[in-house]
């Protein structure tokens, strides 16, 4: 048995008593970065997220709850429904890392793990290359990513899961056997069931944990270079990633696809790229508006500009206090009641005719934030009625190229 140990980055947190939030399914793979966590001395909070899908789940999170009641620690059950829209697994894996990141912004946690593990990166390289996927599909997950502003963390990417499982065991800690795991009609049960028939003709899973590593640093390298490449080509505009168009259409097709996608990743603040079939629509023709990945692409004569899509933000309210869209922050006379809503049709009929000022076209215009207090726009500093408030952007243009070199 190979003991799993946690990485000097999740370390750094324990010994500074940071909160650290960790997300805990029940499963042997969290119940085990939880173990883990607790006997390297962290201070943590525990949530665990109820997709309101299976019967079972109601009492997995029972017994989380019971570990974190022997053991002193806050425990929260957290609830998402599926309301009938778009791809389930992709609505479930968004609305689970909502759901976590409000969660630890309510809990001071300075960030939250998860329990992916080797196991994990392996069935994710063995799937994305089913698919014909390319360098980013075949890297692994990313060991660190950004959701709504908060950070998300996999410290157990190199341990594997047979020996959490040994060391849970040795510990007397229960866990829950998620029937799912077990069902063929996942793709990624599929692959898991099938892996003897790779061991058969010599392909073992620690070679393909080389491969993914290599190709993990290899992407490294080419995200290093297109952040070298894009310093000085871009700007920061009312939340918009805005490029030099003349620049972006002299680079290849790739080089094209990278930079697109990071710009959708961080103004959208999704995990995940769009399907690379749908970047190629948009790649056809870059001097044609497009709407993709909750954002909207348009051109002008010089420039190339990624900006939030209203539609993705017209139903996303916060308290003024709170980060909006997790990019947003307001500066005023907050109240209980005051509110942060996109400016949309509403707002800029109460705005008047000041929005023309802003320089930006109506339709972006309708994206940006606003204060709200019971139905009634207060303020729309970005649209030229600021009314005692600043609202500003999380984001500066050294974050956006650290985002390129680490995506």
């Known amino acids: 048995m190979n003991a799993p140990e946690l990485p000097d980055d999740i370390l750094s947190l324990i010994h500074r008593d940071k909160v650290i939030g960790v997300a805990v399914s029940g499963g042997s793979d969290s119940m085990g970065l939880l173990h883990l966590l607790l006997q390297a001395g962290a201070k943590v909070s525990v949530a665990t997220v109820n997709h309101n899908l299976r019967d079972e789940a109601a009492t997995e999170a029972q017994v989380v709850a019971d570990f974190c009641a022997s053991h002193g620690v806050p425990h929260d059950v957290l609830h998402w429904r599926w309301d009938g829209q778009g791809n389930l697994s992709d609505q479930a894996r968004r609305g689970r890392y909502d759901l976590l990141a409000d969660w630890a912004s309510r809990v001071g946690a300075c960030a939250v793990a998860l ?37 998300f963390l996999r410290p157990l990417l190199t341990a594997r899961r047979a020996d959490l499982q040994d060391v849970l065991a040795r510990a007397g800690v229960r866990w829950c056997d998620d029937p799912t795991n077990d069902d063929p009609s996942y793709h990624r049960v599929q692959v898991r069931q099938n892996m003897n028939a790779l061991k058969a003709v010599g392909i073992s899973p620690e070679q393909i944990l080389m491969s993914v590593s290599n190709l993990h640093a290899t992407r490294r390298d080419v995200n290093a270079d297109l952040a070298r490449a894009v310093e000085g080509r871009f700007c920061l505009e009312l939340g918009d990633v805005c490029f030099e168009l003349d620049w972006v259409e002299t680079l290849s097709p790739e080089s094209q696809r990278r930079v697109l996608n990071s710009a959708l990743q961080f103004v959208s603040g999704r995990e995940y790229p769009p399907r690379g079939a749908k970047i190629m629509r948009v790649l056809a023709d870059l ?9 909207v692409i348009t051109q002008d004569a010089q420039r190339l500009r990624i900006g939030r899509e209203y539609s993705a933000v017209a139903d996303l309210i916060t308290p003024s206090a709170e980060v909006w869209d997790g990019r947003w922050i307001a500066q005023g006379p907050h109240s209980k009641t005051t ?13 008047g005719e000041v929005w023309r000022d802003a320089g930006a076209a109506r339709s972006r215009i309708l994206a940006l934030p606003s204060i709200w ?8 500093p970005l649209a030229g009625l600021a009314n005692n408030w600043a609202i500003s952007l999380r984001q500066h243009e050294n974050e956006y190229l650290e985002f390129v070199l680490s995506h």
């Open 115 to 151: 329990g992916h593990t080797a196991d994990d990166n392996i069935e994710t390289f063995l799937m994305g290359l089913s698919r014909g996927a390319g360098l980013d599909g075949l890297s692994g997950m990313r060991p660190e990513f950004e959701t709504a502003g908060v950070t």
């Open 287 to 295: 001097r044609q508006k497009s709407v993709l990945h909750g954002c």
């Open 339 to 351: 509110e942060i809503r996109a400016l949309g049709e509403a707002g800029l009929a109460q705005c």
């Open 373 to 380: 207090d019971d139905g009634r726009l207060l303020a729309a």
